[in-house]
């Protein structure tokens, strides 16, 4: 069965709010972590990746947290924009094998 | 750089038929991945090729689904013959090799609607 999945379906913010997107994992031994982006009608798009030996990675507007205790990792956004709304996948990179969670749609109200 | 090309984007076909997909990677990456991915659900991987050889169809319904990269480059993937379960986006992605922290690339994906 899928070894990642996600707390929420989907999440609504206000433009120019912090969102906040949460993934949950089984296998403690997973060491690498990515989290993609995809907008309707399209594949998904790299955001950041994370590697268990460390806590957390920061990109342009884009924050990701692990925290192996709880196996847990989350992707924070920024000043959330419009051009934001999108399905965001946390996936776990089994030596080089994708395996994704369900995903969360997030919509950002203007 | 260009991206990876799929086509067709949409495909409507009645089950039973046959389908084939086709995946242009991108110029250099000697990985390639397809996915299929239901409606509401993340992508799962079918098949994975390293140049022309599969590396990995644990999760490839061979009964139905055959896939080929003969010359390393581009890639086709085919139902035949198609069922209703099989409706579902179908992703090809690429990366320059197959470790662990190589970036996959995706391209568009082919939607398939089984009626």
């Known amino acids: 069965g899928e070894s990642v999945g996600l707390h929420l379906p989907t999440l609504s913010v206000q433009e120019g709010d912090n969102s906040i997107i949460n993934c949950a994992y089984s296998n403690s031994a997973s060491d690498y972590f990515i989290w993609y982006k995809q907008e309707s009608g399209k594949g998904p798009q790299f955001i950041i990746d994370i590697r268990s030996n460390m806590d957390k990675r920061q990109g342009q507007r884009v924050t990701v947290l692990l925290n192996k205790t709880v196996k847990h990792l989350s992707l924070q956004i920024a000043a959330t924009q419009p051009g934001d709304s999108a399905v965001y996948f946390c996936a776990e990179n089994k030596g080089g094998k994708l395996i994704f969670g369900q995903g969360t749609e997030l919509s950002v109200k203007p | 750089e260009a991206g990876v090309a799929q086509s067709p984007r949409y495909k409507i076909i009645e089950k039973r038929q046959s389908v084939a997909f086709w995946c242009n990677p991108i110029?250099?990456?000697?990985?390639l991945y397809w996915y299929q991915q239901i409606l509401g659900q993340g992508p799962k991987l079918l098949i994975q090729?390293?140049?022309?050889?599969?590396?990995?169809d644990s999760q490839l319904p061979k009964d139905r689904f055959s896939a080929e990269r003969l010359k390393g480059v581009d890639s086709t993937l085919k139902i035949q013959p198609a069922k209703l379960e099989d409706s579902a986006v179908y992703l090809c992605a690429s990366s320059l090799i197959a470790g662990v922290t190589d970036t996959q690339y995706f391209g568009p994906g082919t939607r398939l609607t089984v009626l």
């Open positions: 110029s250099g990456h000697a990985t």
């Open positions: 090729f390293q140049n022309n050889g599969v590396v990995d």
